[in-house]
């Protein structure tokens, strides 16, 4: 028999000083590094007068938030939404819910944690980040929006086979041009969606890498949803009014958005075991 842990006190457990031991454990088995958007994540309360440490935005969406849902809903992400349906019935209509739509609920879902025995550091600062009134919340529950959808499966489409189709290609070249053009489309859209985010953040500015991250790909899945229904006429008038917008938005990956945002911020810095951006007095344009 499975033994389902309670989301709440498995949040709880969450250490102030690295990623979950489980996600840790998990990473290390496929011979892979933990996820930085798993890393706690410290922010400044203003009014508090001091910092508060906040479980990662993924951590937050993987152990609670996607739990909670799966024990009302079937959940995927669809268009750059999440999509819900209620489970076991198969012919009810799917709500599609764009980040803008799930922050409000995230937001209910922080003020209302309940205390929980032996709860570490970062469960009580939580509840505590769920009474700010100030931009890192905000960017703090969009990352945990972001990062639901992202963990999010996808739905499979089915494609109907074209009538004519050209002579094959080797499968190694067949994978290599569409690893190659997948990787230009996700750095072209992330260097593109990073100059948008970051139009008027203020120089001097720290922002959490993960929250950065996060923030550059709700940025992009926002227009990428934005301009699915655009026809190729359309979106030739939109690359008029906007000589650099993609020729194909992807969403990128986090190794692409960080790298651009690398290019677009400068290098990110480590302070007491968490990576920042600090936005410089003149940024790159140049970022592709």
Do not use: C
Not at 59 to 75: G, K, M, S, Y
Not at 176 to 199: C, D, P, S
């Amino acid at each position: 028999m499975t033994h389902h842990r309670d989301p709440y006190a498995a949040l709880a457990a969450v250490p102030e000083d690295g990623p979950p031991p489980d996600h840790a454990h998990a990473q290390a088995e496929v011979g892979k590094r933990p996820n930085r958007a798993e890393n706690p994540v410290r922010l400044r309360a203003h009014t508090l007068g001091r910092s508060i440490v906040v479980p990662g935005p993924r951590t937050v969406a993987r152990v609670l938030v996607l739990p909670l849902l799966r024990n009302r809903f079937e959940v995927w992400q669809e268009s750059g939404a999440l999509a819900l349906r209620p489970q076991g019935d198969a012919t009810a209509p799917a709500r599609a819910l764009a980040t803008g739509d799930l922050m409000p609920r995230f937001r209910r879902l922080l003020e209302t944690l309940p205390p929980v025995h032996d709860e570490g550091r970062p469960y009580a600062d939580l509840r505590t980040l769920a009474t700010l009134e100030q931009r890192s919340a905000e960017d703090y529950v969009r990352a945990v929006a972001v990062q639901v959808r992202v963990l999010a499966p996808r739905q499979a489409t089915v494609r109907k086979p074209s009538a004519r189709r050209p002579a094959p290609k080797a499968a190694a070249e067949r994978v290599a041009t569409y690893r190659a053009r997948v990787r230009l489309q996700e750095e072209q859209t992330a260097a593109w969606a990073a100059r948008i985010w970051g139009a008027d953040l203020a120089p001097g500015n720290r922002i959490p890498a993960a929250v950065a991250v996060a923030a550059v790909q709700e940025t992009a899945a926002s227009w990428i949803a934005e301009y699915a229904d655009h026809t190729p006429a359309e979106m030739a008038a939109e690359r008029e009014d906007d000589p650099t917008l993609p020729e194909r938005l992807r969403l990128p990956r986090e190794v692409r958005t960080y790298a651009a945002l690398d290019a677009f911020l400068g290098r990110r810095r480590k302070v007491r075991g968490a990576f920042f951006y600090v936005v410089p007095g003149t940024r790159s344009e140049g970022a592709a």
